[in-house]
């Protein structure tokens, strides 16, 4: 199970790296800086990508025009060399006006609008779909783009239809011009080709824009969830619950810290939990035993769950061994020591996820309370274990046996504290 969540980590690193935001990096220094000039402090990382693709986009067809431009002038059709020249131009000073005022969403709505409008202009300037060698084609990047960077796309698909049709009705009536065949069927080369080169960046854009937002949710759903849960729930299946009939469950508790909280700043009783909560993770993980959650400077961690496991009472008490002996090695704030109070039980549980909003993996049922119990009336510094614990690893582990307590709802059970590995003088972490 943990090598699945850390694989889709890793996956989702790798995607980062492949990912649109990839393709920004390794631009020339120059390049760089002219693709973020709309960027703004506060943008977020796709609103960034977005910026910076329709940035790209336009300084693409600007450098493009130039060849439509130079020929259409050179032919005498100056009114058509002066429709790509007029779109360099506009495009530019939008481009100083975004640097200046931040505001993309003008600068969108004008590219939008020269990209679906100029193209048809050409078409009819050139008397049709065959003399301008199908140019017509530029406008589809307006739609398309509005897909990925416009929050009302639809608009723009119709508009595009609209004038297209438009288009075809306006054919038999648009003046005939005298262009070479040799030309006709180069601008045909490269009106398909540019626009395709134009289309396969926006769409692979979006398609690559859409796999890294999946694989962000995957990589946060593993998180915190299981991931066999988190495909179960993905699939549609809740509420979610299974039976446990052998799960080992361990509550530990920081001795003192509410006290202790009191004489650190915010940061600081922050960065310590963070820090030794960190840590823990570390040690359920390396055993493969499941952290369900962390109230306040509680942690709970199980074992044989999702996943049932022959040795998952042995793991948890290692894994509270490790723990004990981390934090009575750490020293506390203001000089003081830290101890841990820790409470385990095994035994059946139901484990499940309820609710539809903040969901979490918990666990319901005697092995739960028992356990929380052993840790609310144990000893600073020691590990209080059931009869159930004791009678599962007493041929491992060392206990000593603890006088009956009153638990609350089950009356006086026997308790031991766990000690340490048989053969072990003193409980090191593995």
Request: glycine letters at 8%; proline letters at 5%.
């Amino acid at each position: 199970m943990r090598e699945q969540v850390l694989s889709v980590e890793g996956s989702s690193e790798a995607l980062v790296t492949r990912s649109p935001r990839g393709w920004i990096e390794r631009l020339p220094t120059w390049a760089r800086t002219l693709v973020t000039i709309g960027t703004l402090p506060g943008d977020g990382e796709d609103e960034r990508l977005r910026k910076a693709s329709l940035i790209l986009t336009t300084t693409m067809i600007i450098g493009m025009a130039i060849v439509w431009v130079v020929t259409y002038a050179s032919l005498g059709l100056y009114v058509s060399a002066a429709i790509p020249f007029g779109y360099q131009v506009i495009s530019i000073v939008s481009l100083i006006a975004l640097s200046r005022s931040g505001r993309f969403d003008v600068f969108r709505t004008s590219q939008l609008a020269l990209m679906l409008l100029l193209p048809m202009l050409l078409q009819w300037s050139l008397g049709g779909f065959v003399t301008s060698s199908g140019v017509l084609l530029w406008a589809l990047i307006s739609p398309l783009g509005a897909l990925v960077l416009s929050p009302r796309p639809v608009p723009w698909f119709v508009s595009y239809l609209a004038l297209t049709v438009v288009s075809g009705l306006l054919e038999p009536f648009l003046p005939a011009t005298n262009i070479p065949l040799t030309v006709t069927v180069l601008f045909f080369v490269l009106n398909v080709g540019g626009v395709s080169v134009v289309v396969y960046f926006l769409v692979r854009y979006f398609i690559r824009g859409l796999a890294a937002e999946r694989e962000k949710s995957e990589t946060l759903l593993l998180n915190v969830l299981p991931a066999s849960i988190a495909r179960r729930l993905k699939n549609g299946e809740h509420p979610l619950a299974d039976r446990f009939d052998e799960a080992t469950v361990l509550f530990a508790d920081l001795v003192g810290f509410t006290r202790m909280s009191e004489q650190l700043s915010p940061e600081a009783v922050v960065e310590l939990l963070d820090d030794l909560f960190t840590q823990f993770d570390v040690m359920a993980e390396r055993r493969g035993l499941e952290k369900i959650k962390t109230v306040g400077d509680a942690y709970m961690v199980v074992g044989g769950v999702p996943e049932a496991a022959a040795s998952a009472a042995e793991d948890v008490a290692e894994m509270a061994l490790d723990m004990v002996a981390l934090v009575a090695d750490r020293p506390g704030p203001n000089g003081g020591n830290l101890s841990l109070r820790i409470g385990i039980d095994t035994g059946p549980v139901v484990a499940g996820v309820i609710g539809q909003r903040k969901f979490t993996y918990d666990l319901w049922g005697d092995t739960v309370n028992t356990a929380s119990r052993m840790e609310s009336q144990g000893i600073a510094g020691e590990i209080q274990v059931t009869p159930r614990v004791y009678q599962r690893l007493k041929h491992q582990f060392r206990f000593q046996e603890r006088e009956a307590l009153e638990v609350k709802g089950k009356g006086q059970i026997a308790t031991f504290l766990l000690i340490g590995r048989v053969g072990q003088t003193t409980p090191q972490p593995r």
